[in-house]
């Protein structure tokens, strides 16, 4: 069955950096979409960033800091997270464009 498994998030301080990893299986890999999403407490749930086969885009609030990549050969997409701040503090998850969602990594960016 379809899966999407991410890993990577924790505690960093400002000015830190987080990879996030989100392994893929159940089907093939390739031909979607895959995006990473963020949803901070008492917030609705918001795009960060998506991926295609040949294009990439982010949400204005991440530009120059996030990079998006993607493994097809790992079923694997990433979220390279610099300059972290407080305000970037949520559960992470990735989606695929089947659809489906990953249950969600915490990212905490705090002193």
């Known amino acids: 069955q379809v899966q999407l498994v991410e890993s990577g998030g924790g505690w960093v301080q400002p000015g830190g950096s987080l990879r996030l990893s989100c392994a893929a299986s159940?089907?093939?890999?390739?031909?979607?979409?895959l995006s990473w999403y963020r949803q901070a407490p008492g917030k609705e749930r918001e795009l960060v960033a998506v991926?295609?086969?040949?294009?990439?885009n982010y949400a204005d609030s991440v530009k120059g800091r996030f990079t998006i990549s993607r493994d097809n050969a790992k079923n694997t997409v990433y979220l390279q997270m610099n300059s972290l701040k407080p305000e970037d503090t949520a559960v992470y998850y990735c989606?695929?464009?089947?659809?489906?969602w990953g249950q969600g990594t915490q990212v905490t960016v705090s002193l």
């Open positions: 159940g089907f093939t890999f390739s031909r979607y979409a």
């Open positions: 989606y695929a464009s089947i659809p489906y």
């Open positions: 991926v295609t086969g040949s294009s990439r």
